[in-house]
């Protein structure tokens, strides 16, 4: 198969994507409970919803700011295994804080003094989980796989990652307001299962020479993204992708208070939003692999995102048609989908979602495809850099709209506007590659 699913049953594989499953499912279960829980049961102020949305992604996104080049030379230097192990470890520690945060809220007990405070604390140093994982799920490909199926393993990563932040939310929705305790005891249990299974990641050294790490955060930061961004491929790849990721943080911020004020729907609802998101990315990264057969190319990533920007702006016009005849009381799953225009807004999301997965997907297999085995936790590295600072920009952006008093169903324009963007950065990266194969083959002649 294209899709190469055949790496699932080898041990090179399956134990980090297993991994990585738990690690996207924990993430995204505590996350999502916890903003619909604030979201729903706490706040009241569409504007002060928005902003606590926006605050929490911008938490959630700042450790790959401050932290990815310290995680991208720790990756290079150190065994990759070795540290997702530990940070893993790490995992149940943070996850005990978060639980707390949501024991204390679910039973009203300092609720925004202290139970908030400890949400967030938790969703920070998640980020700050993901930050060091982030480097070396990508970059322990090319360590692992032959050459052929570095494309693919990519794709079920991606695909993988979907899968899970689609369970997630799933179990989310249902349980952020009237279960938060079993959240609490399954964010806890998952941990500890997702530290077990990474324990049988086999040993993957460092490729290159050991050098001295530089642990000044700021000169460190600002050396691995100029080395890394003089390959042109290199360079256009991570800022595609820091586009597509700024406006899947300003959909994901927009989500919930947009389904709760404007389409008028329960948390499970604002949670299915979430999971149609999830099962496009999903549909979208096998596909595309499909449609490369398995080569690395940026070749329909132009079209794939203006496909993109089309779908949001379907996705706004049958918004604003909804607003026009709004419910009076919040829908449940049902009452929303027997709702008249629920199947074209999801179709709407669906469609969103597919183009951006066949957008992403080979983007990141240029990371570690055009680099040295060496230097390919810290290419991640600096793509997280410049990613992170791209969406806690579209976060800010979002927070700031949100209190000017923009209405949220018209920030999804400014989705669409960085469509177009992404779509012309998508276009160079296409010439950079086609320009790299032309003195490859000069080469070779």
Same mark, same amino acid.
């Given at each position: ?42 706040? @009241?102020?569409? $504007? ?46 943070? !996850? ?13 007990? !300092?609720?925004? =003094? ?92 460092? !490729? ?37 990721? =700024?406006?899947? $943080? ?13 389409? !008028? ?12 998101? @999830? ?167």
């Amino acid at each position: 198969m294209l899709t190469s699913t055949h790496l699932l049953r080898t041990r090179r594989f399956l134990p980090l994507f297993v991994t990585q499953l738990f690690n996207a499912f924990n993430d995204n279960l505590y996350k999502t409970t916890m903003v619909l829980f604030v979201v729903y049961a706490v706040y @009241s102020d569409p $504007a002060t919803e928005a902003s606590f949305s926006g605050l929490a992604s911008g938490l959630f996104i700042l450790p790959f700011f401050l932290l990815s080049a310290l995680a991208g030379q720790l990756a290079d230097m150190r065994d990759k295994a070795k540290i997702i192990r530990t940070v893993k470890a790490c995992e149940i520690g943070l !996850m005990i804080i978060g639980a707390s945060g949501l024991y204390l809220a679910y039973n009203g007990i !300092m609720v925004h =003094t202290v139970a908030i405070p400890l949400l967030l604390l938790a969703l920070f140093l998640t980020g700050v989980q993901s930050t060091f994982l982030g480097p070396i799920k990508y970059a322990i490909l090319p360590q692992h796989l032959k050459k052929d199926e570095v494309l693919a393993g990519t794709g079920l990563v991606e695909a993988g990652t979907y899968v899970a932040i689609l369970a997630g939310t799933i179990l989310a929705g249902p349980i952020a307001v009237d279960y938060t305790g079993w959240a609490a005891i399954g964010i806890i249990v998952t941990a500890c299962i997702g530290y077990l299974v990474s324990r049988q990641v086999p040993s993957a050294p460092p !490729m290159g020479e050991i050098e001295k790490l530089d642990w000044h955060i700021l000169r460190a930061s600002v050396k691995l993204v100029r080395d890394t961004m003089h390959n042109k491929e290199v360079y256009y790849a991570i800022l595609a992708i820091s586009f597509f990721w =700024t406006i899947g $943080a300003v959909l994901f911020i927009q989500f919930p208070p947009l389904a709760k004020n404007t389409i !008028m729907a329960s948390p499970e609802v604002a949670s299915l939003f979430l999971v149609v998101f @999830s099962i496009g990315v999903a549909i979208g990264s096998v596909a595309v692999n499909a449609l490369l057969k398995g080569r690395v190319s940026a070749r329909y990533s132009p079209v794939s995102v203006i496909v993109m920007g089309l779908f949001v702006v379907a996705f706004y016009v049958v918004a604003k048609m909804w607003q026009a005849d709004q419910p009076e009381t919040l829908l449940s799953v049902s009452e929303f989908i027997a709702w008249p225009m629920a199947a074209i807004l999801l179709l709407c999301l669906l469609g969103i979602s597919i183009a951006g997965g066949m957008f992403v997907v080979p983007l990141y297999a240029f990371l570690t495809t055009r680099v040295s085995p060496d230097r390919a936790s810290r290419t991640i590295a600096a793509n997280n850099i410049v990613n992170s600072g791209a969406m806690v920009a579209g976060s800010l952006a979002a927070m700031a709209l949100s209190a000017a008093g923009v209405p949220i169903t018209e920030q999804v324009l400014l989705c669409a506007a960085m469509c177009l963007f992404s779509a012309w950065l998508g276009k160079r990266l296409v010439a950079a590659e086609n320009a790299a194969a032309e003195v490859a083959a000069a080469a070779g002649a």
